[in-house]
C-alpha cells in the first residue's frame, strides 16, 4: 500500500505499524516505551505523529498504516506535543542524571536536549518514592519510573512473577509482589528493557574508581565472553563485532594494573565440569542428571523453586570465581604478591553475578575472590566517562601467565555454549584411544576431535541431542531461558546432563549487556561468538596449556576443594 510520510511516498505492508514502516525507510521517529519484543502499551507517546484528516495525534508504535495515509512525523503541532509529553515524563522522573550509568546514552535525556525542554517545570511528583534492591544486583527506583511497564512484561516472560503495578493513576507504582514463594533471581532482564534507567544494576563502578585512585592497591580486571561482542555497540559497531583487543586497552587506560580474559577461568570451569561429569557417569549411585551451575540466576532460582535438584548441580566453580582463583593464588604466588592486596574486578554481562561473588561459599581464605562486579554497561559508562576513543583504541593483549582461552571458552556467552565446551573435553578425556593420563597434564589426541556439537547451539528455548562419551549415548538438554525450564521438569530423568542459562540467549542476552538487546540483536552476538571460536587456535579447554599449567598447580598443592569445587544450600 501507498503511504505518505513528510511529503514522501512510501510502501508499507497491512499489520505494520508507522513506525515500522519509518524505521524500515530509515525516517528517525523517537520511542521510550517501544521495544520490539514486548507487547505495545503506548504509554510514553514521544513517538506522537500527525494524520492527515485525524482530529487527534496518534502513536507510531502502535498505530497501523493504510492505504493513502499522510503521515507528518515533525510538524509544530507533533514538536508542541512531544515537549509536553517529555515535561510529563520528567514530572514522572526525578533527574539523578550526575551518577547514572545510562546517562550517556539516555534517549529521554537526548530528547530534553533536542526540543530544549524546561526539565524543572513540573515538580517531580514522585520525589519520595522507594527504591526496591534486590540482593546487591538489581533495583527499581519508584523516583525515575514513567509506569511503561516493561519491566513487568520481562519479568512475566521470564516465569518468575517478581514485579506487580501497584495502584492507580497517579498512585500507579512497580513494586515486588507480596508473596513469600516468589523471589527474584537477580536475572537483571527487567532492566534491559527499561527506557529511562529506573530499573537497573545496582552500581558498583565508584567502588571500582575509589580502588583504583589507593596506591596501595593492585587492581585486577577480568572480561567475560559475552562482553567482547556487545560492548561495542554502545560506541556505534554492529552487534557481534569482537571488540577483545579494544577492551583490554581500554582497561588499561582506566588504571587498571593487570587485565585477564575470563576465558581462561571458563577453561578451568570446563575441565573442572567434563571431569565431574565422567566421575558421575561412572558411579551407578552418583545423581543424574549433572546440570551446569554457571549461571548463578538459574543457581538462585533452583535454590528457591527446585531445592530438590542442588544435588544435580555441578560442583564446578563459575568462570569469573575461578579465574579469580587462579588470579589470588597461582598468579599472586608467582608475582610474589599478598592476595589481601589484590582488588578483582570482573565485568560481566550479569547482573546476578554481583550477588554470586557475594556468595560465603565462594570466599578463599575467608575473602571474597572477586570484589567488585561491573556490567558491560557500567563499563561503558566508565569508558565513556573518561572520554576514551573505544573505537581507535589499539589492540591489546592478557596480561602474563594467563590466556584468552579456548576457543570453546568463547562460547560459553551463548546458550548451549557451556555444553558445548564441557562435550569437547569430556568426550576426548573419556575416549577409548587416550593415553593414561595424570590430572592436568595436556592430551595427546587430535585437536580437531570432538569440535562441533551444532544441535546445542542457537535461540530456540530449549535444544537437545543424544552424543557419545566414551562409548556410551547420553542425552543431553539446553535450557535457554529460565522460563523454560518448566517445559523440560516432567522428562528430567531422560538427561544425563542439563545446561540452563536463565537469561533468553545466554550471556550474551544478559542482563548487564548494552540496550537495546533484542532477538535480532541476540542473534548477531551469537554469531560474533561462534566466529571467535572457529578463529582460535586452541579450540577445546583441555588444549589450553596455561590453563593446565595452573589445574595442575592446584592438585598438587591439594588446593581443589578451595579453588575448583563449591557447594549449594
Ligand atoms: S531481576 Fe529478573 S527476576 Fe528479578 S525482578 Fe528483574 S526480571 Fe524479575
Ligand atoms: S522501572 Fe522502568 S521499565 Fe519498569 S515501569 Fe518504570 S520506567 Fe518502565
Ligand atoms: S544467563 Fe548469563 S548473564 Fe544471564 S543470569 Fe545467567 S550468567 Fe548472568
Ligand atoms: S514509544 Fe510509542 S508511545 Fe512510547
Same mark, same amino acid.
Given at each position: 500500500?501507498?503511504?505518505?510520510?513528510?511529503?514522501?511516498?512510501?510502501?508499507?505492508?497491512?499489520?505494520?505499524?508507522?513506525?515500522?514502516?519509518?524505521?524500515?525507510?530509515?525516517?528517525?521517529?523517537?520511542?521510550?516505551?517501544?521495544?520490539?519484543?514486548?507487547?505495545?502499551?503506548?504509554?510514553?507517546?514521544?513517538?506522537?505523529?500527525?494524520?492527515?484528516?485525524?482530529?487527534?495525534?496518534?502513536?507510531?508504535?502502535? $498505530?497501523?498504516?493504510?492505504?493513502?495515509?499522510?503521515?507528518?512525523?515533525?510538524?509544530?503541532?507533533?514538536? &508542541?506535543?512531544?515537549?509536553?509529553?517529555?515535561?510529563?515524563?520528567?514530572?514522572?522522573?526525578?533527574?539523578?542524571?550526575?551518577?547514572?550509568?545510562?546517562?550517556?546514552?539516555?534517549?529521554?535525556?537526548?530528547?530534553?536536549?533536542?526540543?530544549?525542554?524546561?526539565?524543572?517545570?513540573?515538580?517531580?511528583?514522585?520525589?519520595?518514592?522507594?527504591? !526496591?534492591?534486590?540482593?546487591?544486583?538489581?533495583?527499581?527506583?519508584?523516583?525515575?519510573?514513567?509506569?511503561?511497564?516493561?519491566?513487568?512484561?520481562?519479568?512475566? &516472560?521470564?516465569?518468575?512473577?517478581?514485579?506487580?503495578?501497584?495502584?492507580?493513576?497517579?498512585?500507579?507504582?512497580?513494586?515486588?509482589?507480596?508473596?513469600?514463594?516468589?523471589?527474584?533471581?537477580?536475572?537483571?532482564?527487567?532492566?534491559?528493557?527499561?527506557?529511562?534507567?529506573?530499573?537497573?544494576?545496582?552500581?558498583?563502578?565508584?567502588?571500582?574508581?575509589?580502588?583504583?585512585?589507593?596506591?596501595?592497591?593492585?587492581?585486577? *580486571? =577480568?572480561?567475560?565472553?559475552?562482553?567482547?561482542?556487545?560492548?561495542?555497540?554502545?560506541?556505534?559497531?554492529?552487534?557481534?563485532?569482537?571488540?577483545?583487543?579494544?577492551?583490554?586497552?581500554?582497561?588499561?587506560?582506566?588504571?587498571?594494573?593487570?587485565?585477564?580474559?575470563?576465558?581462561?577461568?571458563?577453561?578451568?570451569?570446563?575441565?573442572?565440569?567434563?571431569?565431574?561429569?565422567?566421575?558421575?557417569?561412572?558411579?551407578?549411585?552418583?545423581?543424574?542428571?549433572?546440570?551446569?551451575?554457571?549461571?548463578?540466576?538459574?543457581?538462585?532460582?533452583?535454590?528457591?523453586?527446585?531445592?530438590?535438584?542442588? *544435588?544435580?548441580?555441578?560442583?564446578?566453580?563459575?568462570?569469573?570465581?575461578?579465574?579469580?582463583?587462579?588470579?589470588?593464588?597461582?598468579?599472586?604466588?608467582?608475582?610474589?604478591?599478598?592476595?589481601?592486596?589484590?582488588?578483582?574486578?570482573?565485568?560481566?554481562?550479569?547482573?546476578?553475578?554481583?550477588?554470586?561473588? $557475594?556468595?560465603?561459599?565462594?570466599? #578463599?581464605?575467608?575473602?571474597?575472590?572477586?570484589?567488585?562486579?561491573?556490567? $558491560?554497561?557500567?563499563?561503558?559508562?566508565?569508558?565513556?566517562?573518561?572520554?576514551?576513543?573505544?573505537?581507535?583504541?589499539?589492540?591489546?593483549?592478557?596480561?602474563?601467565?594467563?590466556?584468552?582461552?579456548?576457543?570453546?571458552?568463547?562460547?560459553?556467552? *551463548?546458550?548451549?555454549?557451556?555444553?558445548?565446551?564441557?562435550?569437547?573435553?569430556?568426550?576426548?578425556?573419556?575416549?577409548?584411544?587416550?593415553?593414561?593420563?595424570?590430572?592436568?597434564?595436556?592430551?595427546?589426541?587430535?585437536?580437531?576431535?570432538?569440535?562441533? #556439537? =551444532?544441535?546445542?547451539?542457537?535461540?530456540?528455548?530449549?535444544?537437545?541431542?543424544?552424543? $557419545?562419551?566414551?562409548?556410551?549415548?547420553?542425552?543431553?538438554?539446553?535450557?535457554?531461558?529460565?522460563?523454560?525450564?518448566?517445559? @523440560? @521438569?516432567?522428562?528430567?530423568?531422560? !538427561? +544425563?546432563?542439563?545446561?540452563?542459562?536463565?537469561?533468553?540467549?545466554?550471556? @550474551?542476552?544478559?542482563?548487564?549487556?548494552?540496550?537495546?538487546?533484542?532477538?535480532?540483536?541476540?542473534?548477531?552476538? @551469537?554469531?560474533?561468538? !561462534?566466529?571467535?571460536?572457529?578463529?582460535?587456535?586452541?579450540?577445546?579447554? +583441555?588444549?589450553?596449556?596455561?590453563?593446565?599449567?595452573? !589445574?595442575?598447580?592446584?592438585?598438587?598443592?591439594?588446593?581443589?576443594?578451595?579453588?575448583?569445587?563449591?557447594?549449594?544450600?
Amino acid at each position: 500500500m501507498k503511504v505518505r510520510i513528510n511529503g514522501k511516498n512510501y510502501t508499507g505492508q497491512a499489520g505494520q505499524t508507522i513506525l515500522a514502516v519509518a524505521e524500515e525507510n530509515g525516517l528517525a521517529i523517537p520511542t521510550l516505551c517501544f521495544h520490539p519484543d514486548l507487547a505495545v502499551r503506548a504509554s510514553c507517546r514521544i513517538c506522537v505523529v500527525e494524520v492527515k484528516n485525524q482530529d487527534h495525534l496518534v502513536t507510531a508504535c502502535s $498505530t497501523l498504516v493504510y492505504e493513502g495515509m499522510d503521515i507528518k512525523t515533525d510538524s509544530p503541532r507533533v514538536q &508542541k506535543a512531544r515537549e509536553i509529553n517529555l515535561e510529563l515524563l520528567f514530572a514522572e522522573h526525578l533527574e539523578k542524571c550526575g551518577d547514572c550509568t545510562q546517562k550517556f546514552s539516555c534517549e529521554l535525556l537526548d530528547l530534553a536536549r533536542h526540543y530544549q525542554v524546561n526539565v524543572n517545570r513540573f515538580l517531580d511528583r514522585k520525589g519520595k518514592r522507594a527504591t !526496591y534492591r534486590f540482593a546487591n544486583a538489581v533495583e527499581i527506583d519508584g523516583t525515575q519510573c514513567i509506569d511503561c511497564q516493561n519491566c513487568v512484561e520481562a519479568c512475566t &516472560k521470564q516465569g518468575i512473577n517478581y514485579l506487580q503495578v501497584s495502584g492507580h493513576g497517579a498512585n500507579q507504582e512497580i513494586k515486588p509482589v507480596k508473596d513469600s514463594k516468589v523471589a527474584c533471581i537477580y536475572c537483571g532482564q527487567c532492566t534491559t528493557v527499561c527506557p529511562v534507567a529506573a530499573a537497573q544494576e545496582q552500581s558498583t563502578w565508584p567502588a571500582v574508581e575509589k580502588a583504583l585512585r589507593d596506591k596501595n592497591k593492585i587492581v585486577v *580486571a =577480568q572480561f567475560a565472553p559475552a562482553v567482547r561482542v556487545a560492548l561495542g555497540e554502545e560506541f556505534g559497531l554492529p552487534s557481534g563485532t569482537n571488540c577483545e583487543g579494544q577492551i583490554y586497552t581500554a582497561l588499561q587506560k582506566l588504571g587498571f594494573n593487570y587485565v585477564f580474559d575470563i576465558n581462561f577461568g571458563a577453561d578451568i570451569t570446563t575441565m573442572s565440569e567434563a571431569e565431574e561429569l565422567l566421575v558421575r557417569l561412572n558411579d551407578k549411585k552418583a545423581v543424574l542428571p549433572m546440570m551446569t551451575s554457571c549461571c548463578p540466576a538459574w543457581v538462585a532460582y533452583a535454590e528457591v523453586y527446585q531445592p530438590d535438584l542442588l *544435588a544435580n548441580l555441578t560442583t564446578a566453580r563459575s568462570p569469573h570465581i575461578h579465574s579469580a582463583g587462579a588470579i589470588k593464588s597461582y598468579w599472586a604466588s608467582e608475582n610474589k604478591m599478598a592476595a589481601k592486596n589484590i582488588v578483582v574486578v570482573s565485568i560481566v554481562p550479569c547482573t546476578a553475578k554481583k550477588y554470586e561473588a $557475594t556468595r560465603p561459599e565462594l570466599k #578463599y581464605n575467608g575473602r571474597n575472590l572477586v570484589d567488585h562486579v561491573l556490567t $558491560t554497561r557500567e563499563l561503558a559508562f566508565l569508558i565513556k566517562k573518561n572520554k576514551l576513543n573505544f573505537v581507535k583504541l589499539a589492540k591489546g593483549q592478557s596480561s602474563p601467565l594467563f590466556n584468552s582461552g579456548s576457543g570453546a571458552a568463547a562460547i560459553y556467552g *551463548a546458550s548451549g555454549g557451556v555444553m558445548e565446551s564441557a562435550l569437547r573435553t569430556a568426550a576426548d578425556l573419556a575416549a577409548s584411544d587416550q593415553p593414561q593420563r595424570a590430572p592436568g597434564q595436556p592430551i595427546n589426541s587430535s585437536p580437531q576431535k570432538f569440535l562441533e #556439537y =551444532q544441535a546445542v547451539r542457537g535461540l530456540a528455548g530449549f535444544k537437545e541431542a543424544t552424543v $557419545t562419551v566414551g562409548g556410551r549415548r547420553l542425552k543431553v538438554g539446553v535450557v535457554n531461558g529460565i522460563a523454560n525450564f518448566k517445559r @523440560l @521438569l516432567p522428562k528430567l530423568g531422560k !538427561y +544425563h546432563y542439563i545446561e540452563v542459562m536463565a537469561c533468553p540467549g545466554g550471556c @550474551l542476552g544478559g542482563g548487564g549487556q548494552p540496550q537495546p538487546t533484542t532477538e535480532a540483536i541476540r542473534a548477531k552476538r @551469537l554469531a560474533g561468538l !561462534y566466529s571467535i571460536d572457529k578463529q582460535r587456535s586452541v579450540r577445546r579447554a +583441555h588444549d589450553n596449556s596455561a590453563m593446565l599449567t595452573y !589445574y595442575h598447580w592446584v592438585k598438587k598443592n591439594k588446593l581443589s576443594s578451595k579453588l575448583l569445587y563449591t557447594k549449594f544450600s
